[in-house]
């Protein structure tokens, strides 16, 4: 499990030409020209990549795939050394990840601790890592004409980074507060009790994030030097010979190459043995034996793990695919339909896990019912019959036929992602396979090996696994705690004898378990439909009706055999009051339980669906490919209309139970996430909250769920999207389905009910502080706003336009320099048609302390603004125009887009080039006066709110002036309070469409 990301703040900046540097220039700035680079094997790609690729391996062995592209509007670079946190000496647990994060605080070329983020910032760029068991991988994007640049202040990072005492200590803070944030979560906590529970000798077992205990406090008392233990480590273990290069950009391969080869030729190669663990750490001193612990969360879960063999050098076999591929089936036959059957199970994820090179081991994970926590080892025994059956019928040649013909669909008919992303995935995955097969993992080149499957399931037995359960209900008996984390945890040695009895029933019944039957959503058809003759991106309004209203667009930018199909039903019934907004979110929980056998198939032919609840009724949307999408819309149809009659009360039950628990989890969830909850719960004209939710918990009932939904049909309205390969014959023929399976039931929506909330207005001059407390996180959160009125395309860019230049520096003064918390954000709030600018730091500091740092901060980029020079602001505005010009990448990108404008009714399809326009004649005092208008302290017309969120620690840290606090003049709002506080502010006025919807017609 690799380590989280470095937090929220987005770098997104300007962007000016970077010139790409001549030979000579090279040459000047020290760095090394070399043409000794060897050209390795032609990389496997599918027919429509319009994309170069060339694989290389310098002189120092650094493996580098480049990626040719004129088309991209964004580059991006990732390079990933075999390094990780099992390199970590074990006096020191979490080095490598602290060494990941001070090698972007300053190298010997480029000395300042913020140079790196500060050029990525002001070309349109960012940038993270992260740190994995066995490996390392830092990644960035930047506009296509700063790549040369970004390069080579990432390159330093590998041939001479600083390590300077002050920030050696200074971020070790980061490194504490990135551990303080994951203790209170769950996923995080069963990731280390698993780690804990291997063996204790093994270099898997050790605590990966590292905190200032380990990384300061203890070493100090020990007298070791970290600072030393981190170059020697960075110097022992970043060899050139155990990186991967990849590097996406507009120019040609061999410029490409030119550019690698005279900045990276210089990283050393200490021609390392690449590390291997042939030893998997869960041997025989750790299986057999049962793990029980308490969540944070009320969960329920039942793990089981097994050390299989190591098949990664075979990765063209694909052996752990086909069994991850029949273990988590959800169609008729699987387990988890045997389990939810019984009334055990609700959901099941299954699948091989590499957790280091040379180990792996199988897991699945079972979430548990209160029946099946009660029942665990008849839930296991149902585990072991399944796997009995696989044995038995032994490897199907079909079924790994069919999982390879999907793959290859997929592979040809792949979507872009965005290029950050692409990169970072390739250089990961550039450890385990050949530099040839990066792109298709060896697809085209597959091969059936049965021998290899059977070897896996054999060691899938009773006595090679360990058992985790996790539950509230184990809290009396825990005895044994870890830590790091606190987690409270017993073990015992599985009895033989309930050893014995799984095997030798594992044979004795499948319990109408089966293999799945061929795969019916398997597109056939995948050319492209006639061209249409709109040749833009601006959907035309097909229908406007009183029933629905129908808007289509043909994919003219992808040209793939795909489609997005998006539809809202409109009710006002959904969300009228907390016991509707119950009964809607059930009707969704049913529905989607009700449609998991019959569309699983669907969703591994890469044909998705989703059923979501909003303030607004129902959202669903369909997506993948084209070909049998019509099929699975009109199933969910079906069942959506007619679902209410086929729901047994003991499913109900799970449902209901399943909800009760999420309502009330939300307690535990990360303060910022409480944080801009309350902030929308303060300022949406409704908003329910959990309390009140759980507070008509018990009128959910079944019959109650039946009667709403009745009424909930009685009276709609749609809103449809129809978007990709289809002819606007094809988008009508959706639309009549989905009328045809309502109109039976209902009548159109009367035109008076269909009303888009509002937004509260913060009076000018106010300055409000809501505090609430938080029940289990050591961690507070701060979160202010600056609301500063309506949407429009001047007003959108400005204040994009200030987050731009503020969030770089923000960052570096409130999370590197202030060390106030590793989530640090500003960010811009779009809510209702309002706008507004908000920052947002979660930090083990007062929130009113903190509030006076983000305060602070305000008044010194006051200055900053002030005293820019105007070349400085023309290239800040260059960076947003860099990432407001960023295209989608696919069509379900395209899709959101044109989704997000429907369903805010601003209809703005040309918002990109609209808003653009307005940028390019923004100008620096622009933004001067619109900050001191709604920002500055002085402003009369500045409306402010701040959230605090209070760790479960409270306010211990007593707030003087010297130490900052928010201003005199501010309001507290109690809880009891919010509903009078809303009631007794004006509302801002309904968003105004950017275009008549009549205009929009054919």
Same mark, same amino acid.
């Given at each position: 499990?690799?380590?989280?990301?470095?937090?929220?703040?987005?770098?997104?900046?300007?962007?000016?030409?970077?010139?790409?540097?001549?030979?000579?220039?090279?040459?000047?700035?020290?760095?090394?020209?070399?043409?000794?680079?060897?050209?390795?094997?032609?990389?496997?790609?599918?027919?429509?990549?319009?994309?170069?690729?060339?694989?290389?391996?310098?002189?120092?062995?650094?493996?580098?795939?480049?990626?040719?592209?004129?088309?991209?509007?964004?580059?991006?670079?990732?390079?990933?050394?075999?390094?990780?946190?099992?390199?970590?000496?074990?006096? *020191?647990?979490?080095? +490598?990840? #602290?060494?990941?994060?001070? $090698? /972007?605080?300053? &190298?010997?070329?480029?000395?300042?601790? =913020?140079?790196?983020?500060?050029?990525?910032?002001?070309?349109?760029?960012?940038?993270?890592?992260?740190?994995?068991?066995?490996?390392?991988?830092?990644?960035?994007?930047?506009?296509?004409?700063?790549?040369?640049?970004? *390069?080579?202040?990432? +390159?330093? #990072?590998?041939?001479?980074? $600083? /390590?300077?005492? &002050?920030?050696?200590?200074?971020?070790? =803070?980061?490194?504490?507060?990135?551990?303080?944030?994951?203790?209170?979560?769950?996923?995080?906590?069963?990731?280390?009790?698993?780690?804990?529970?291997?063996?204790?000798?093994?270099?898997?077992?050790?605590?990966?994030?590292?905190?200032?205990?380990?990384?300061?406090?203890?070493?100090?008392?020990?007298?070791?030097?970290?600072?030393?233990?981190?170059?020697?480590?960075?110097?022992?273990?970043?060899?050139?010979?155990?990186?991967?290069?990849?590097?996406?950009?507009?120019?040609?391969?061999?410029?490409?190459?030119?550019?690698?080869?005279?900045?990276?030729?210089?990283?050393?190669?200490?021609?390392?043995?690449?590390?291997?663990?042939?030893?998997?750490?869960?041997?025989?001193?750790?299986?057999?034996?049962?793990?029980?612990?308490?969540?944070?969360?009320?969960?329920?879960?039942?793990?089981?793990?097994?050390?299989?063999?190591?098949?990664?050098?075979?990765?063209?076999?694909?052996?752990?695919?086909?069994?991850?591929?029949?273990?988590?089936?959800?169609?008729?036959?699987?387990?988890?339909?045997?389990?939810?059957?019984?009334?055990?199970?609700?959901?099941?994820?299954?699948?091989?896990?590499?957790?280091?090179?040379?180990?792996?081991?199988?897991?699945?994970?079972?979430?548990?019912?209160?029946?099946?926590?009660?029942?665990?080892?008849?839930?296991?025994?149902?585990?072991?019959?399944?796997?009995?059956?696989?044995?038995?019928?032994?490897?199907?040649?079909?079924?790994?036929?069919?999982?390879?013909?999907?793959?290859?669909?997929?592979?040809?008919?792949?979507?872009?992602?965005?290029?950050?992303?692409?990169?970072?995935?390739?250089?990961?995955?550039?450890?385990?396979?050949?530099?040839?097969?990066?792109?298709?993992?060896?697809?085209?080149?597959?091969?059936?090996?049965?021998?290899?499957?059977?070897?896996?399931?054999?060691?899938?037995?009773?006595?090679?696994?360990?058992?985790?359960?996790?539950?509230?209900?184990?809290?009396?008996?825990?005895?044994?705690?870890?830590?790091?984390?606190?987690?409270?945890?017993?073990?015992?040695?599985?009895?033989?004898?309930?050893?014995?009895?799984?095997?030798?029933?594992?044979?004795?019944?499948?319990?109408?378990?089966?293999?799945?039957?061929?795969?019916?959503?398997?597109?056939?058809?995948?050319?492209?439909?006639?061209?249409?003759?709109?040749?833009?991106?601006?959907?035309?309004?097909?229908?406007?009706?009183?029933?629905?209203?129908?808007?289509?667009?043909?994919?003219?930018?992808?040209?793939?055999?795909?489609?997005?199909?998006?539809?809202?039903?409109?009710?006002?019934?959904?969300?009228?009051?907390?016991?509707?907004?119950?009964?809607?979110?059930?009707?969704?929980?049913?529905?989607?339980?009700?449609?998991?056998?019959?569309?699983?198939?669907?969703?591994?032919?890469?044909?998705?669906?989703?059923?979501?609840?909003?303030?607004?009724?129902?959202?669903?949307?369909?997506?993948?490919?084209?070909?049998?999408?019509?099929?699975?819309?009109?199933?969910?149809?079906?069942?959506?209309?007619?679902?209410?009659?086929?729901?047994?009360?003991?499913?109900?039950?799970?449902?209901?139970?399943?909800?009760?628990?999420?309502?009330?989890?939300?307690?535990?969830?990360?303060?910022?996430?409480?944080?801009?909850?309350?902030?929308?719960?303060?300022?949406?004209?409704?908003?329910?909250?959990?309390?009140?939710?759980?507070?008509?918990?018990?009128?959910?009932?079944?019959?109650?769920?039946?009667?709403?939904?009745?009424?909930?049909?009685?009276?709609?309205?749609?809103?449809?999207?129809?978007?990709?390969?289809?002819?606007?014959?094809?988008?009508?023929?959706?639309?009549?389905?989905?009328?045809?399976?309502?109109?039976?039931?209902?009548?159109?929506?009367?035109?008076?009910?269909?009303?888009?909330?509002?937004?509260?207005?913060?009076?000018?001059?106010?300055?409000?502080?809501?505090?609430?407390?938080?029940?289990?996180?050591?961690?507070?959160?701060?979160?202010?706003?600056?609301?500063?009125?309506?949407?429009?395309?001047?007003?959108?860019?400005?204040?994009?336009?200030?987050?731009?230049?503020?969030?770089?520096?923000?960052?570096?003064?409130?999370?590197?320099?202030?060390?106030?918390?590793?989530?640090?954000?500003?960010?811009?709030?779009?809510?209702?048609?309002?706008?507004?600018?908000?920052?947002?730091?979660?930090?083990?500091?007062?929130?009113?302390?903190?509030?006076?740092?983000?305060?602070?901060?305000?008044?010194?980029?006051?200055?900053?603004?002030?005293?820019?020079?105007?070349?400085?602001?023309?290239?800040?505005?260059?960076?947003?125009?860099?990432?407001?010009?960023?295209?989608?990448?696919?069509?379900?990108?395209?899709?959101?887009?044109?989704?997000?404008?429907?369903?805010?009714?601003?209809?703005?399809?040309?918002?990109?080039?609209?808003?653009?326009?307005?940028?390019?004649?923004?100008?620096?005092?622009?933004?001067?006066?619109?900050?001191?208008?709604?920002?500055?302290?002085?402003?009369?017309?500045?409306?402010?709110?701040?959230?605090?969120?209070?760790?479960?620690?409270?306010?211990?840290?007593?707030?003087?002036?010297?130490?900052?606090?928010?201003?005199?003049?501010?309001?507290?709002?109690?809880?009891?309070?919010?509903?009078?506080?809303?009631?007794?502010?004006?509302?801002?006025?309904?968003?105004?469409?950017?275009?008549?919807?009549?205009?929009?017609?054919?």
């Amino acid at each position: 499990m690799a380590l989280l990301l470095r937090g929220l703040c987005q770098y997104k900046t300007p962007a000016v030409s970077f010139l790409f540097r001549s030979i000579s220039s090279v040459y000047q700035s020290g760095l090394t020209m070399t043409s000794s680079s060897r050209i390795l094997p032609e990389i496997v790609k599918p027919t429509r990549d319009l994309r170069e690729y060339r694989g290389i391996e310098l002189a120092n062995m650094m493996k580098v795939l480049l990626i040719s592209d004129p088309s991209t509007d964004i580059s991006a670079a990732a390079l990933c050394v075999a390094a990780g946190s099992m390199h970590d000496p074990k006096e *020191l647990p979490g080095l +490598a990840h #602290f060494c990941e994060h001070m $090698l /972007f605080l300053g &190298t010997k070329m480029f000395p300042a601790e =913020n140079e790196y983020s500060r050029y990525l910032a002001e070309h349109g760029g960012y940038s993270n890592a992260f740190t994995a068991q066995d490996h390392t991988c830092y990644y960035f994007d930047v506009s296509p004409d700063a790549l040369n640049g970004a *390069l080579l202040r990432f +390159a330093q #990072f590998f041939i001479s980074p $600083l /390590f300077t005492p &002050t920030m050696t200590e200074r971020e070790v =803070n980061a490194v504490n507060s990135e551990h303080e944030k994951n203790i209170p979560n769950d996923t995080w906590r069963m990731h280390q009790l698993e780690v804990i529970l291997a063996n204790p000798n093994h270099s898997y077992c050790n605590f990966a994030t590292g905190n200032r205990d380990t990384l300061w406090n203890i070493p100090q008392e020990k007298s070791i030097d970290v600072r030393g233990a981190l170059m020697r480590y960075y110097e022992s273990s970043y060899s050139a010979n155990l990186m991967n290069l990849i590097i996406l950009g507009k120019e040609n391969l061999d410029e490409l190459q030119s550019m690698v080869e005279s900045m990276f030729s210089g990283v050393v190669n200490s021609n390392n043995e690449m590390p291997k663990w042939p030893e998997n750490p869960y041997g025989d001193s750790e299986v057999q034996y049962r793990v029980n612990t308490v969540p944070i969360k009320d969960i329920r879960h039942l793990k089981v793990i097994f050390p299989i063999p190591d098949h990664s050098e075979n990765y063209k076999c694909m052996s752990d695919g086909y069994l991850s591929h029949l273990i988590g089936h959800e169609g008729p036959g699987s387990l988890l339909a045997l389990l939810k059957k019984r009334h055990l199970a609700n959901n099941l994820a299954a699948g091989g896990v590499s957790l280091s090179r040379g180990n792996t081991v199988f897991k699945l994970d079972i979430e548990l019912t209160p029946d099946g926590l009660k029942q665990v080892d008849d839930v296991i025994l149902y585990v072991f019959q399944y796997l009995q059956l696989l044995r038995d019928s032994g490897p199907k040649a079909w079924i790994w036929e069919e999982t390879i013909k999907i793959a290859k669909i997929m592979f040809e008919f792949q979507d872009k992602i965005r290029p950050q992303l692409y990169v970072a995935g390739l250089s990961s995955e550039l450890h385990k396979v050949s530099m040839e097969d990066a792109l298709s993992h060896g697809l085209q080149s597959a091969q059936y090996n049965p021998e290899l499957i059977t070897s896996v399931l054999d060691k899938m037995t009773p006595d090679n696994c360990l058992i985790i359960v996790s539950a509230k209900e184990f809290e009396p008996e825990m005895n044994l705690k870890e830590p790091y984390y606190g987690i409270d945890y017993s073990r015992q040695k599985i009895e033989p004898e309930l050893i014995k009895k799984w095997s030798e029933r594992m044979s004795s019944d499948s319990h109408g378990m089966s293999i799945p039957t061929p795969n019916e959503f398997i597109p056939e058809a995948l050319d492209l439909k006639p061209r249409d003759t709109n040749n833009g991106i601006i959907p035309r309004l097909l229908r406007d009706e009183e029933y629905s209203r129908l808007w289509y667009l043909q994919d003219n930018e992808f040209h793939l055999p795909k489609g997005v199909v998006r539809a809202e039903i409109y009710s006002p019934l959904a969300y009228l009051d907390p016991l509707n907004a119950n009964l809607t979110a059930m009707c969704v929980s049913l529905l989607k339980d009700l449609l998991t056998e019959k569309v699983y198939a669907a969703t591994l032919a890469d044909l998705h669906m989703g059923i979501s609840n909003t303030k607004y009724g129902l959202e669903l949307l369909f997506k993948g490919y084209d070909d049998k999408l019509h099929n699975l819309l009109k199933i969910v149809l079906e069942k959506i209309t007619d679902f209410v009659d086929e729901v047994e009360p003991s499913r109900f039950d799970m449902a209901k139970d399943v909800m009760v628990r999420g309502l009330k989890n939300w307690a535990d969830d990360q303060p910022y996430i409480h944080s801009l909850f309350y902030l929308d719960y303060l300022l949406f004209e409704k908003k329910i909250s959990y309390a009140e939710r759980l507070e008509q918990i018990d009128e959910v009932t079944l019959e109650n769920v039946k009667k709403f939904f009745e009424k909930f049909l009685r009276t709609l309205k749609f809103d449809i999207l129809v978007c990709g390969n289809f002819t606007a014959d094809d988008a009508l023929e959706l639309a009549d389905t989905f009328e045809s399976y309502f109109n039976k039931k209902s009548k159109p929506l009367p035109t008076s009910e269909l009303i888009r909330h509002r937004e509260v207005k913060i009076p000018p001059g106010g300055n409000f502080i809501f505090k609430v407390d938080h029940r289990s996180s050591v961690s507070s959160c701060a979160t202010i706003l600056f609301q500063t009125g309506l949407q429009s395309s001047r007003e959108n860019v400005i204040v994009e336009l200030i987050e731009s230049i503020a969030s770089e520096p923000c960052y570096n003064q409130l999370r590197t320099e202030e060390q106030l918390g590793y989530i640090v954000a500003s960010q811009v709030r779009r809510s209702h048609g309002t706008l507004g600018l908000k920052f947002l730091v979660q930090s083990n500091r007062n929130p009113a302390y903190v509030d006076g740092r983000i305060d602070a901060f305000n008044e010194k980029f006051r200055e900053t603004l002030r005293d820019m020079p105007d070349e400085q602001f023309e290239q800040h505005k260059s960076s947003l125009m860099v990432r407001k010009s960023e295209k989608p990448k696919k069509l379900s990108e395209r899709a959101v887009r044109l989704w997000n404008e429907i369903s805010s009714q601003q209809y703005n399809f040309d918002r990109q080039v609209i808003e653009l326009s307005v940028l390019e004649n923004i100008t620096r005092q622009d933004i001067v006066d619109y900050y001191e208008k709604y920002i500055a302290s002085s402003s009369p017309d500045r409306k402010r709110l701040g959230i605090y969120v209070v760790s479960r620690e409270g306010e211990t840290e007593v707030i003087t002036p010297e130490l900052g606090q928010p201003a005199a003049t501010a309001q507290n709002i109690t809880m009891d309070e919010v509903h009078a506080w809303k009631q007794g502010q004006e509302l801002y006025p309904a968003v105004v469409p950017c275009v008549s919807v009549h205009k929009a017609k054919l």
